[in-house]
T-cell receptor, first 113, second 117 residues
Framework: GQQLNQSPQSMFIQEGEDVSMNCTSS?????WLWYKQDPGEGPVLLIA?????ELTSNGRLTAQFGITRKDSFLNISASIPSDVGIYFC?????????????FGKGTLLTVNP | NAGVMQNPRHLVRRRGQEARLRCSPM?????VYWYRQLPEEGLKFMVY????????ESGMPKERFSAEFPKEGPSILRIQQVVRGDSAAYFC???????????????FGSGTRLTVV
């Protein structure tokens, strides 16, 4: 089956620093998504990317859909304590199974005030 | 406007017991998806249901697991004769249409944490 490799597994940063994490796949996805999961909660969608090469921002978050459609990255600028959580990338294919998300294993972000 | 509601939030079962997890989709949503998250893993798709129909159960273990979404009431994920390896967080998502996020409101609930002792 399709697999997503997400890195790094965890990050410890100081408040105010920028963060970058990425996701690679062994196969092509038509849509890339980035989610955040707070402790004890479900994942919440941050950014969705639909076209190869697309660069999209949402406040301090910026994400890009790789040209090969096999990778994506997420940047967080000027981190704040509430950015703490687990960030997941997810891929989605078009066609008959365009409801089935494939998730990476996540990047655990810790922000020291 | 309530989101996707899952209950219980936490469930403890002894090995061999049955676990029933409930999911009430958002108002107006008739498509339900179940995912499982093992410790330190990402979510993995289990099953997709519409009212009274199982559309795709390709991610469901072949034995002991079943799911339903009756005409009235919540969707139920049922695990019979639980084993320690079933300990995980189980998430439900719902959408008003078949297609996934974000344009179609595919929203996750807060999950049920199942612990098998």
């Amino acid at each position: 089956g399709q697999q997503l490799n997400q890195s790094p597994q965890s990050m410890f940063i100081q408040e105010g620093e920028d963060v970058s994490m990425n996701c690679t796949s062994s196969s092509i996805f038509n849509t890339w998504l980035w989610y955040k999961q707070d402790p004890g909660e479900g994942p919440v969608l941050l950014i969705a990317l639909y076209k190869a090469g697309e660069l999209t921002s949402n406040g301090r978050l910026t994400a890009q859909f790789g040209i090969t459609r096999k990778d994506s990255f997420l940047n967080i600028s000027a981190s704040i304590p509430s950015d703490v959580g687990i960030y997941f990338c997810a891929g989605l294919n078009s066609g008959g199974s365009n409801y089935k998300l494939t998730f990476g294993k996540g990047t655990l972000l810790t922000v020291n005030p | 406007n309530a989101g996707v509601m899952q209950n219980p939030r936490h469930l403890v079962r002894r090995r061999g017991q049955e676990a029933r997890l409930r999911c009430s989709p958002m108002k107006g949503h008739s498509h339900v998806y179940w995912y499982r998250q093992l410790p330190e893993e990402g979510l993995k798709f289990m099953v997709y249901l519409q009212k009274e129909n199982i559309i795709d159960e390709s991610g469901m273990p072949k034995e002991r697991f079943s799911a339903e979404f009756p005409k009235e009431g919540p969707s139920i994920l049922r695990i019979q004769q639980v084993v320690r390896g079933d300990s995980a967080a189980y998430f439900c998502a719902s959408s008003p249409r078949k297609e996934a996020p974000p344009n179609y409101g595919y929203t996750f609930g807060s999950g049920t944490r199942l612990t098998v002792v």
